[in-house]
């Protein structure tokens, strides 16, 4: 037990951004010789899962540009836009047919419209023909692959058809690129009951306050006991200047989870602890299958920063896609 639990260790340490030898201990240390006071409480009640479903994605195309994407919003101008405002009444008054065709007519006035695509499909499937819409879902797809409303629909249409491990796979990439969508994890939860999966929305939340006194500048922590070590290092990068430096370097805070993930290391040892708290649990599974990555882009970097999806290729989206459905294996 003691050299399995010494190779999840090293595997964290080596999978961690951080070049030195242990972020953990470096960051404690820092802690420990700054001017700067810290204090720690424990945490007297659970802290409960925010409200993100405000932070929600709206549709997009992108451009590829370098090594990102150009992302851009799809907005309809001029004469498109007059087509697609008819195309939208005839829709809302239920004439599906004309709908198309002013849909179509859209799509020839403005190409980059790619959301006339989906809605194509959208009018066959209110008519329950569902091979045509699954049709026009994929050719959305196929012009614009973070068209999240495509994935989710066509994962609606393989349901219907029977088909669970297609809706599997294009609910769970439509959830990659929409990741706080209230509405879209209803359907999630009812394609993964189906699928044999979990269906519960595991969250990544910590257990931890933290706030700098203005006249002061003291700080000041509150945290459950596990989540210590991980808010003393969160604490560092937030008001440590050496690592408030170091998280100029990165346009997404992937660093910053990865040293934090380190405050678990003293924990992970203790199985009946690991058995009985969950982001203990979900972590060590994650370390022994080697899917960190995944853990810390999909199970905390997406949950406030929904748009880094976008910047993703579709090999990484179907990646985060494959973690998904392999994180919620019972």
């Not at 945490?43 to 090594?67: A, H, M, W």
Request: proline content about 4%.
């Amino acid at each position: 037990m003691k050299s399995k639990i010494l190779i999840l260790i090293c595997a964290l340490v080596a999978l961690s951004f951080a070049k030195d030898e242990n972020p953990l201990q470096e960051a404690m240390e820092i802690i420990k010789e700054s001017k700067t006071l810290y204090s720690l409480k424990y945490l007297e009640k659970p802290i409960p899962v925010p409200d993100r479903s405000r932070l929600i994605n709206y549709p997009v195309y992108r451009e590829k540009k370098g090594d990102s994407y150009d992302v851009k919003a799809i907005k309809a101008t001029g004469e498109a836009k007059k087509l697609l405002d008819k195309a939208e009444n005839y829709f809302g008054s239920h004439q599906y047919a004309k709908a198309r065709d002013a849909y179509t007519l859209a799509l020839q006035e403005d190409p980059k419209l790619y959301s006339a695509i989906t809605y194509i499909g959208q009018t066959y499937g209110i008519e329950e023909n569902w091979d045509k819409a699954e049709l026009w879902y994929k050719k959305a797809i196929e012009a614009n692959y973070v068209d999240f409303l495509a994935h989710w629909l066509l994962a609606d249409v393989y349901k219907i058809k029977g088909q669970k491990e297609k809706a599997l796979d294009e609910i769970s990439i439509a959830k990659v690129l929409n990741r706080n969508n209230p509405r879209l994890e209803a359907l999630r939860k009812e394609i993964y009951g189906l699928n044999g999966l979990n269906i519960k929305n595991w969250t990544f939340n910590p257990q931890v306050r933290m706030s700098r006194d203005s006249v002061t500048g003291n700080v000041n922590i509150v945290a459950d006991s596990i989540w210590s070590y991980y808010a003393f290092v969160q604490a560092a990068w937030f008001y440590e200047p050496v690592y408030k430096a170091k998280a100029k370097k990165y346009s997404m805070p992937q660093a910053m989870y990865r040293e934090c993930l380190m405050g678990f290391l003293p924990f992970i040892g203790d199985k009946a602890l690991v058995d009985s708290v969950d982001v203990l649990k979900r972590l060590v599974k994650v370390i022994e299958a080697d899917k960190l990555d995944e853990f810390v882009f999909y199970d905390m970097l997406l949950l406030d920063y929904p748009t880094a999806s976008f910047q993703l290729d579709k090999k990484q989206i179907e990646g985060l896609k494959d973690y998904l459905i392999w994180a919620n294996q019972k």
